[in-house]
């Protein structure tokens, strides 16, 4: 296999020659099958929530803490998931994330005592935020430039729809009576099934597999992704990052060269969560039951929000690569801060008619899905260097899954003492302070190859 030499001109990384397009697009798409186990995992809760309320016999706190309970799995997911695909590969720990799926899907479905049930969401969680974080690295690690906006953002799209499945399983199983919930829960195990099955399909990451001086099976993955010519100067570009590596330490976050830019990934973490996205799908059900429909009808609305979830996460796909990643977070931002302010105004005035709630959280839902949702899983897979990107991700999704818990467990207890419409005023305001912090401090990501990123964003500060 041929080598790019030291003085050859280097092919433009993002230049789409002999781009294995159908590779690309079969890579990322089994990888994104962990996306639909999150979003599935995550949401299925919305619709056991009146059982399990009733079953345990739960307060506002003691539901707050069996709703988000998972996401403290999450954040510990995020934690050993980035040392254990440095150390044993991306595509391995992605086999051990299907398995906890479908495990603690089926205890969580057995449970018979809180304890039981809150100890299998939290370990299910940990395959959760294991995914959440691996899953936008292999993509961005394997896929060419050109395609890696849309292709992350793929992942993104796959979350909506296990998010949508699970609407529409909570729908069709709350007929079942008072063990609805178990079926629920323990439905995840065929989706986990089909993602363990598939990951046998797809290579581990040629930037792994070079990293471990697996040299040859790397330059396979490149040259079937990309053609010769792509895999020799992607190879040459890898080698370069690598030439001054060191064994990774969590110490090294903290080093100067590196510290904008895991600030800039901390705080796009944490905006993605506190502007309430997860806090509103996780009580959807219980937001539209507040406005006076019937259960049924909340959980007809609840999967309407699915569907413009899973619709908007296309056009973010169209756009993320033309548009680029600001234009989209900028113009997101925006509209969920009008939303949320509209909603709130209807709350405060108990203004329930011509559906306009559900529209506006609707228009939330789009605006956060076009932009926050998918866009922020592509910013972090790409903005950190090749030195310390599986422990840089490992701790952004980390600060993630915590923002997620702190906004998921508050917002029953809020909403009890302050009101929906102050609760939803608050997330307004983050909203509206994540719009200036785009506009003021991250940089177009566009069309840039990591190794052109790591240059733009470290060596350059």
């Known amino acids: ?129 294991a995914a959440a974080m691996v899953v936008p690295m292999y993509i961005a690690e394997t896929v060419p430039a050109v395609y890696r906006g849309r292709m992350v953002a793929l992942y993104q799209l796959a979350i909506v729809a296990g998010v949508l499945l699970a609407y529409v399983i909570n729908y069709l199983l709350t007929g079942l009576g008072q063990d609805a919930w178990r079926w629920m829960f323990a439905s995840q195990a065929l989706p986990a099934a089909l993602f363990f099955f598939a990951l046998f399909l797809v290579p581990e990451t040629p930037r792994w597999l070079i990293h471990k001086v697996f040299t040859t099976k790397g330059l396979d993955v490149l040259l079937k992704t990309g053609g010769q010519e792509y ?47 997860n806090a509103i799908l996780y009580y959807a059900p219980e937001i539209f039951k507040n406005t006076g429909v019937s259960t049924a009808d909340a959980a007809m609305q609840t999967i309407a929000i699915g569907v413009v979830m899973f619709l908007f996460t296309l056009v973010a796909i169209w756009l993320v690569d033309k548009l680029g990643r600001k234009k989209l977070l900028l113009t997101g931002s925006a509209v969920m801060a009008v939303s949320l302010v509209v909603v709130a105004a209807c709350f405060q005035q108990n203004f329930f008619a ?13 605006g956060f899905s076009a932009s926050l949702g998918a866009v922020t899983w592509v910013i972090l897979s790409e903005i950190f260097p090749n030195r310390i990107r599986g422990l840089a991700m490992s701790f952004a999704t980390l600060v993630l899954w915590l923002a997620d818990f702190a906004a998921s467990f508050s917002f029953p207890i809020l909403n ?35 190794e052109q990123l790591e240059i733009l964003l470290v060596k350059n500060n």
């Open 1 to 129: 296999m041929a080598f790019a030499s030291n003085d050859s001109a280097p092919l433009p990384l993002n230049t789409p020659v002999a781009i294995n397009k159908k590779y690309v697009l079969l890579i990322s798409t089994v990888a994104a099958l962990g996306g639909l186990l999150f979003g599935f995992d995550t949401a299925i809760i919305s619709g056991t929530i009146p059982f399990i309320k009733s079953y345990f016999g739960l307060d506002e706190l003691m539901l707050g803490w069996a709703v988000s309970s998972i996401l403290i799995g999450c954040g510990l997911g995020a934690m050993v998931a980035g040392k254990l695909a440095d150390r044993f590969g991306r595509k391995k720990v992605l086999f051990g994330c299907a398995l906890l799926f479908a495990g603690t899907g089926v205890g969580v479905a057995m449970a018979t005592s809180l304890f039981t049930f809150i100890s299998f969401r939290i370990v299910g969680g940990l395959a959760v935020g």
């Open 231 to 277: 895999a020799d100067a992607t190879y040459k570009s890898i080698i370069e990052t690598f030439s001054h590596d060191t064994k990774e330490s969590w110490a090294d976050l903290l080093l100067p060269a590196f510290r904008k830019v895991m600030g800039m990934g901390i705080v796009i973490a944490i905006f993605q969560q506190i502007t309430g996205i």
């Open 354 to 366: 011509y559906y306009v709630v559900l529209i506006f959280l609707m228009l939330y839902i789009a």
């Open 416 to 450: 009890q003492h302050f009101g929906t419409s102050s609760t939803l005023l608050l997330f307004a305001f983050f909203c509206v302070l994540y719009f200036i912090y785009i506009q003021t401090k991250v940089p177009e990501t566009k069309g840039k190859t990591l």
